[in-house]
């Protein structure tokens, strides 16, 4: 009995000690996180406070500040594309779907409208690379703040729960749209300011809304690859709009099948058919194709007034005119552009579902 009790002493012991060594393990792991993230904090803070101390990088009509945020450097291989967006504060979280389905660099402007609203987009952004490090990998952002709006900046970060912080970001923001401020939202110069930033030989411009196709980079690489060109063409890549609840088609024929079951329409369809309807979306649905993995030439498209799709393009396209503000117009003024200078429209078998 003795010798029984003494080993289930030492048994106790032994378990007593392992917790506490586990216990003090934790502890020095959660301590080490801890000053961790204080250094990524204070690391960011600092790079933040630099970009907002160097000289003033003004738009055109030096009317508003660009501020470039300091992330690592995007890396980009001959025949990459670079996924260009701009938005408001109210659709950044947005910028999350299209970063799970994009494989190459993201280019994204973000319209700042005021100084409250500039603090609490920083303050955002440094949770965003906290809690999530990967969701920003491979992106570039440059905030576009009216000089009327600077104020000093910026805020500490303190107490950073990374559980709460993104429904936190989306209940302050629900409801808001992005034309909803009585302030003039700059959509061509954020398209702008994003592909200048882009560092790739191609770029795709699409809303924030917009989720590109699974393997899109990949593929479009992989073509343009086998097929180099120097000539003026612009990649059109069908768009699509779906009901909210419905779940991304995975391939061309789960998007025909849904397109079919009325879940999935041409992008448009009931807004402005007529803006779209030169995509000629049933030649599209009626294609033949061998490969479905592999992206091709579908066929040729004319532009005409007031077409306005979405296209894969080299970086000498023109640029966007900055004049036009807010809805309309905005995204046709360049596409006429580029048809007058002859570029060569092309439909692909690719989608973009929005």
């Not at 066929?299 to 309309?328: L, T």
């Amino acid at each position: 009995m003795f010798c029984t009790n003494w080993r289930l002493f030492h048994i106790l012991v032994l378990l007593i000690l392992i917790v506490v060594i586990i216990f003090v393990l934790l502890n020095i792991l959660d301590i080490k996180s801890q000053s961790s993230n204080s250094n990524i904090l204070l690391e960011m803070h600092d790079s933040l406070r630099a970009a907002i101390a160097t000289s003033v990088i003004n738009d055109s009509s030096g009317e508003y500040r660009i501020v470039k945020w300091l992330f690592k450097p995007v890396h980009v291989s001959a025949g990459d594309t670079t996924l260009i967006s701009q938005c408001s504060l109210s659709r950044l979280h947005r910028l999350f779907d299209a970063r799970l389905a994009w494989d190459g660099p993201i280019s994204l402007a973000i319209f700042v409208e005021s100084a409250n609203s500039l603090s609490f987009a920083v303050n955002h952004l440094q949770k965003v690379q906290l809690c999530m490090p990967h969701a920003l990998r491979e992106v570039r952002i440059q905030l576009v703040v009216p000089l009327s709006s600077l104020p000093d900046c910026c805020p500490e970060l303190t107490n950073v729960s990374c559980s709460s912080f993104l429904p936190a970001f989306e209940r302050h923001w629900a409801g808001m749209k992005n034309y909803d401020s009585i302030v003039d939202y700059p959509n061509n110069l954020l398209r702008n300011v994003a592909i200048d930033a882009a560092v790739s030989d191609y770029i795709f411009v699409v809303d924030i809304d917009m989720i590109p196709s699974s393997g899109l980079f990949i593929q479009f690489r992989e073509f343009i690859d086998k097929h180099p060109t120097e000539e003026k063409v612009a990649f059109i890549v069908p768009a699509f709009e779906m009901k909210l609840e419905a779940e991304m088609p995975v391939d061309r024929q789960a998007l025909l099948q849904m397109w079919d079951h009325g879940i999935i329409q041409p992008f448009y369809t009931l807004m402005c058919w007529k803006c779209q309807r030169y995509t000629d979306y049933d030649m599209w649905h009626n294609l033949t194709l061998k490969d479905m993995q592999q992206l091709n030439i579908a066929y040729f498209v004319e532009w005409h007034d007031p077409w306005e799709p979405f296209y894969i393009v080299d970086q000498h396209a023109p640029r966007y005119d900055e004049n036009f503000k807010n809805y309309g117009f905005n995204r046709i003024s360049q596409v006429s552009h580029m048809s007058i200078i002859c570029y060569c429209f092309i439909s692909t078998k690719c989608s973009v579902p929005c």
